[in-house]
């Protein structure tokens, strides 16, 4: 008791972050204008962090009371979230009409040269775009809530679970430093009011993936992760610059509000060619796919887990591989003829649907066969993710066909989407983590309590403490973890009711309408992503029941306990988030506020109850009959054939005497009530193969750039060692001898010294009787 | 008179120098009677009086002062206060002074280490080892000299000050001398070290030589005009019908003189050897506001008298050559000396080269009122930085120099693990010489070549649309730029050497640097000021001072 005191008195120190937003309101600020707080906070803190934990590494005070740092980059993000929350509560209260604020301040303005068709002219203060704005819509708005939310949460459980495993002793510091450094990158793109801005924050968090997967750089499969996550969003950065470009060609600028304003008219009153936006969006969307790990640029999401759990929950589950959706969300006004959109690019959407049908179903099948906790988690944000692209696949085509309702309904739902999935698989990935560590110190426990000897060391290295082979049973060890892990997954697979249903339901259905509406070529993704949902139902389930149902595979399974507060706290607020928040912010119209048909979140006039009715009416009972059986079907097979499928083969009622709190324990008693089916023929066959192979993919991907990239690299290697350094070693050398020739000349005489003034002299009237001569 | 209020501060603190530490009880006998007279100079000094710390800090309180009065007549009305017909007190000369007194007290406090005062020094006695013998003279002898050096200082000043005031060419060349004497001192000031008197020699005959070159030239100016007034002067060269060669060899002897001051090449080869004979602080003096007060000079001659109303400057082809061979003789030498002072030194040439070029683009006659005062801007900008980095680093050698170490680039090895406050402030000295942003060296570089670019801007043929033809059509002027670019790429090399064996080396000793409170804030100070006037309201409140500084010039 006294030690988990002693703990929470650290969090006096947060009091001074958290104080300043209060204290701006009282001083009666406006949120609008202390925005830039939301990002410069932490662009201060970061830096802090990794010089102090440079010099105070392993000192006492650093470990014990600043967490290595953890507690200074909870509370700088703690002033994040309380900036953004005022920004949020302002925006959705008293400013809905502020779309834009382009408060652009300027690091350097002096004149620049412009050429203006005839010649060249001095303009007054250039370099404009290097002004940062803040843009807000709700779309941007939602992001914000859920980077600034997550990122404390999240900090908040890494200060737990870094802090105690000993195997990050003395580098925590530099976790703290990136995942600060990642939460700018993510806070600023939301926040961008420009798309180079947006790029630009867009890299800082390549980089902090980067560098974050790498964070156990010492193991081989760490770093080569690290390397083939930033290799494989490179080659979609690449294209996303050109994009950037492209669109610069078109309007000359990159701002929001100018390219927004107008979308058909492009830079000096040109009207835009379809074709050339629709292809500067198309390489948009390269970009977006690999940073959002979809179809064919998705290899790299799976080995990211390699990283710390709570870098695999903030930035490649909840946050950074939402960027890639922001991006193609950000798109819509390009699209939507109803609001001055270009017509003519219905294939953006298809394409960006396609892709989406394609990564949601593939994803889902390799994750049922997926052993590792995380990876099962991992390819299930890809799948999800994948909805979200299908979602807004549709909403592009109907916008672009200028069916403006049903796209916005689609676009608010793929959003709303993204935000349920943020919040489980956040909270998934945490509680992932606490089962993790838990199983891991059991295991630690476990081989302490022996004699050490050397066979116990190779066990201890070959130990998998993230395979869900070892756990089961869990459910009456971790109540905390596994109601949080159910809510989870409930909310993922889309049971009623629950979180992630609201969304996942539009989605499929309004591609459905689209499909019935003219869009022949979204048959493919409707019927994928029809699948996928019973797909999710069975491996989620699955994945649970492997881990919480069921009879103990491993003896450490009894060792395993809930220890820390810092993990369980931000599990706790954000099961209830899952289980409430989905549904309280469907009812409260959250759909029709983030398409931007509704300015605030409210009941639209209707009491409490009726707007409960109004939308449960709408989710299982739609007018559309063609709906109604898609939203059943659905349901069908995510809550009923999937879910009893998983229990079948995995489930099972926990061991005798065990006791689980009763949240969960109706689940581990009913997963056993279905008997039991073997498939082992099934694992053994050459799909399963191919699926724990990721249907070869990667070994295709590696025999090519093996083939091709390799030699280039090697001759790129050789020229640059050759050719380039060459050039440079060649100007080095013949500077340093005329440095040496030149220096001969200073011969430390005086006598020398006036001859050359004598020389000089004369050479200046040669040259002025030359000149004027 | 209370326009110069700053330049009587020094004078009376001279005079207080001179006087403060001889009062003590001496008395007087009136011949023939036993009545004795207190006079209180000489005797047994009194307690206050006998400190050796006296001189520094009346010195150190005399330049605070000044500096202080000097900013407020920057931020002033800028209307001019003509005095005698010689001095014209304004903002500009006020901005100029503001620099000198500033480089001026960083050197006082550095001085302090480099040359300490002990009170507690005495005469050795009979049972002293021989080393603590040679020790206690040595530190006498630093007592009694600490008087004199900080006079010195002074009259530095004083003469740097009235330099940047004078109206007239006659004034202004005594007030250049006065300063310069002062400095030739300085720079021997460490007789007893070899390197210390011979560089102060040389330095000494080749100055006097320009000078005397100089004045030669000024002599044929006034015999052409019959007037030393610059406004005079002026409106002689602007009615002047085709070129008179007495203005005009007048012209060219004294660009001999101004250029021995600015360090241009080849009137720069005794610099590097003085900058590295005197001891830092007086190198760091020599290297900012003695190269301010020699651009002040040729600004006045250059671009008040000998720059014709529209059409190209006679002296632009020249200056423009000069710039260049500056430049690059200045980044080739620095390029492999082994000694960081001499390298500072050739880096300080180097920085001349790019400020005459500035200068010469003003000459090509090609710009308007609003280029000329943009290039005007970046220059005097340039020196006000200067002296945050440049001395800066003539400061971090300083703070070596108390262990007598700074003339080979060894000291500097592992500086970093030594006192890493100090490496770093080091650090962004080198980057900001060399112009990194957002240093301040990185704006007023950056302010430099925007200058050039815009006077050269309009020249190119804008139907080229290949590079070549392009560049065949454009104005030399433009050329100008591209080799201050191509320059400051060269001297990336040694600045960032510099950077390397502080950080990647191995010191030679782990004892930590000695102890020197002030000199280390003041080093922190300025590397932190060097970021400070290299971005946001820092750099704006620095330009806006400049601007107005510039306005009245």
């Known amino acids: 008791m006294g030690e988990s005191k002693q703990e929470w008195d650290r969090l006096l120190y947060l009091i001074p972050f958290l104080a300043v937003v209060p204290y701006l309101i009282i001083q009666g600020e406006s949120s609008t204008d202390w925005a830039w707080l939301i990002v410069a906070v932490p662009f201060i803190i970061f830096p802090i962090i990794a010089i102090a934990g440079q010099i105070w590494n392993g000192h006492d005070t650093w470990v014990n009371r600043f967490k290595e740092g953890g507690i200074i980059a909870l509370g700088a993000l703690g002033l994040s979230l309380s900036a953004g929350l005022w920004l949020i509560y302002d925006y959705l209260t008293t400013q809905p009409s502020l779309r834009f604020t382009p408060d652009p301040w300027s690091w350097l303005s002096f004149d620049v040269l412009t050429y203006d068709g005839e010649g060249w002219s001095v303009a007054a203060s250039g370099f404009d775009f290097f002004g940062l704005g803040l843009y807000l819509d709700p779309l941007s708005i939602m992001l914000l809530f859920v980077a600034t939310f997550l990122c404390f949460l999240i900090c908040w459980f890494a200060v737990g679970y870094m802090t105690t495993d000993s195997i990050n002793d003395n580098s925590n510091h530099r976790f703290f430093a990136e995942f600060v450094l990642f939460s700018i990158g993510m806070f600023g793109m939301v926040l961008a009011d420009n798309f180079l801005w947006l790029f630009i924050f867009w890299e800082i968090m390549g980089l902090c993936s980067y560098l974050l997967i790498g964070f156990y750089y010492w193991k081989k499969s760490a770093a080569y992760a690290a390397k083939k996550a930033f290799l494989t969003t490179r080659v979609g950065d690449v294209f996303l610059l050109i994009g950037l470009l492209m669109l610069y060609d078109i309007y000359g600028s990159l701002d929001f509000s100018v390219v927004f304003d107008d979308p058909s008219t492009g830079v000096g009153g040109a009207v835009v060619s379809a074709a050339k936006l629709q292809t500067a969006l198309l390489m948009l969307f390269i970009g977006a796919i690999g940073k959002s790990a979809q179809f064919p640029l998705h290899v790299w999401l799976p080995d990211a887990m390699e990283g710390p759990t709570p870098v695999s929950a903030l930035i490649h589950a909840a946050t950074m591989v939402n960027a890639g959706l922001y991006l193609v969300a950000r798109m819509v006004p390009f699209v939507d003829v109803a609001n001055g959109g270009v017509a003519g690019m219905e294939d953006l959407g298809l394409i960006v649907a396609w892709i989406g049908g394609i990564t949601a179903f593939m994803a889902a099948a390799i994750a049922f066969v997926q052993n590792d906790i995380k990876k099962v988690l991992a390819y299930s944000t890809m799948s999800q993710l994948a909805y979200i692209f299908t979602g807004l696949g549709a909403a592009l085509w109907l916008f672009n066909t200028g069916n403006h309702e049903a796209g916005a309904l689609v676009f608010g739902g793929a959003l709303f989407h993204l935000f349920n999935h943020a919040m489980a698989k956040g909270m998934l990935f945490m509680a992932s983590g606490s089962v993790i560590h838990e199983v891991h110190h059991a295991h630690d426990y476990l081989h302490h309590e022996g004699d050490d000897s050397e066979h116990d060391h190779a066990s201890h290295h070959d130990f998998d403490a993230q395979d869900m082979r070892n756990m089961g049973g869990l459910a009456s060890k971790m109540p905390v973890t596994a109601t949080a892990m159910m809510l989870g997954s409930m909310s993922i697979i889309g049971i009623p009711l629950i979180g992630g249903f609201w969304s996942k339901e539009v989605i499929i259905g309004k591609t459905w309408y689209a499909y019935f509406h003219g869009a022949d070529a979204l048959l493919g993704p409707a019927l994928l992503i029809l699948a996928t949902a019973g797909m999710t139902g069975f491996y989620m389930s699955r994945m649970w029941f492997m881990t919480f149902a069921g009879e103990p595979r491993n003896e450490l399974v009894e060792h395993v306990h809930e220890a820390t507060p810092w993990i369980k706290t931000p599990l706790i607020v954000l099961s209830i988030m899952t289980a409430l928040g989905g549904f309280g912010l469907a009812v409260y119209g959250a759909v029709e506020f983030l398409s931007a048909e509704a300015d605030y979140l409210s009941l639209h006039g209707h009491t409490l109850l009726e707007q409960i009715i109004h939308e449960v009416e709408h989710a299982f009972l739609p007018e559309d009959m063609q709906l109604r059986y898609v939203g059943w079907v659905t349901i069908l097979l995510a809550f009923i054939i999937g879910p009893i499928m998983a229990a079948r083969i995995y489930g099972g009622a926990l061991k005798e005497g065990e006791q689980a709190i009763p949240l969960v324990h109706w689940l581990t008693s009913l997963s056993g009530k279905f008997g039991s089916q073997n498939v082992d023929d099934l694992a053994n066959s050459e799909l399963a193969e191919a699926l724990q192979q990721r249907l070869y993919f990667d070994d295709l991907y590696e025999g090519i750039l093996a083939r091709t990239i390799v030699p280039f690299a090697a001759f790129a290697a050789w020229f640059d060692a050759n050719v380039i350094d060459g050039a440079i070693k060649q100007i080095e050398s013949k500077s340093v001898l005329g440095s040496i020739q030149i220096r001969r000349v200073t011969t430390g005489s005086a006598r020398d010294y006036i001859l050359m003034a004598a020389i000089g002299t004369l050479s200046i009237f040669a040259l002025i009787w030359g000149v004027n001569a | ?553």
């Open chain 2, 1 to 553: 008179m209370e326009v110069l209020l700053p330049e009587m501060i020094l004078v009376v603190s001279v005079v207080l120098a001179i006087l403060v530490p001889n009062i003590g009880d001496a008395k007087f006998r009136i011949p023939l009677t036993r009545v004795r007279v207190p006079i209180f100079v000489g005797g047994t000094r009194l307690k206050g009086t006998s400190d050796p710390r006296l001189p520094a800090l009346i010195s150190i309180t005399a330049f605070s002062l000044a500096m202080f009065f000097s900013f407020f007549g920057v931020s002033a009305d800028s209307s001019a206060v003509e005095i005698g017909g010689v001095l014209a007190v304004n903002s500009f000369s006020r901005m100029m002074s503001f620099v000198f007194y500033a480089a001026l007290l960083l050197a006082a406090v550095a001085a302090n280490y480099r040359l300490p005062a002990r009170p507690s020094a005495r005469a050795p006695r009979e049972r002293d080892s021989a080393a603590q013998a040679e020790r206690l003279v040595r530190s006498l002898m630093d007592n009694r000299r600490q008087v004199d050096f900080h006079i010195l200082l002074m009259m530095v000043g004083l003469g740097m000050s009235l330099m940047a005031m004078a109206s007239n060419l006659f004034f202004m060349f005594v007030a250049i001398e006065l300063a310069s004497l002062a400095s030739y001192i300085l720079v021997a000031f460490h007789k007893e070290e070899a390197v210390g008197g011979e560089a102060g020699a040389k330095y000494f005959i080749v100055g006097s030589v320009a000078s005397a070159t100089g004045i030669y030239g000024m002599s044929l100016v006034y015999l052409w005009a019959g007037d030393l007034d610059f406004d005079a002067l002026a409106a002689s060269w602007a009615a002047m019908d085709g070129y008179d060669p007495l203005a005009v060899i007048g012209l060219g002897l004294m660009l001999v003189a101004f250029g021995f001051k600015v360090s241009a090449a080849p009137f720069h080869l005794a610099a590097p050897d003085a900058y590295a004979g005197a001891s830092s602080p007086v190198a760091g003096v020599l290297a900012t506001a003695s190269k301010a007060m020699g651009f002040v000079a040729l600004l006045r001659v250059l671009l008040h008298v000998a720059m014709p109303d529209e059409g190209e400057a006679i002296w632009f082809v020249l200056l423009a050559l000069i710039a260049i061979v500056t430049m690059t003789w200045g980044n080739l030498a620095a390029l492999t000396s082994e000694n960081p002072k001499r390298m500072l030194a050739y880096s300080s040439v180097a920085h001349a080269g790019y400020m005459l070029a500035a200068l010469a683009a003003v000459g090509s006659g090609l710009g308007d009122d609003s280029t000329t005062r943009l290039v005007l801007v970046a220059i005097i900008f340039h020196l006000s930085v200067l002296v945050l980095f440049k001395l800066g680093a003539f400061l971090v050698l300083g703070l070596l120099e108390i262990e007598g170490r700074s003339h080979r680039l060894e000291d500097l090895h592992g500086l970093a693990h030594r006192d890493p406050l100090v490496a770093g402030s080091m650090f962004i000295f080198m980057l900001s010489l060399a112009g990194v942003p957002p240093l301040a060296g990185f704006l007023s570089k950056l302010l430099m070549i925007n200058g050039i670019i815009n006077i050269s801007a309009g020249t190119g043929s804008t139907s080229a649309d290949a590079i070549v033809p392009w560049a065949e059509s454009v104005d030399p002027v433009f050329w100008l730029a591209v080799a201050i670019v191509l320059n400051s790429a060269l001297s990336l090399f040694y600045y960032l050497r510099i950077a390397l064996v502080m950080f990647f080396e191995t010191p030679e000793s782990t004892k930590p640097l000695r102890r020197a409170t002030h000199l280390r804030n003041s080093i922190v100070t300025l590397a932190f000021l060097t970021l400070a006037f290299g971005i946001g309201s820092g750099a704006d409140f620095l330009l806006e001072l400049v601007q107005n500084a510039v306005s009245a010039f």
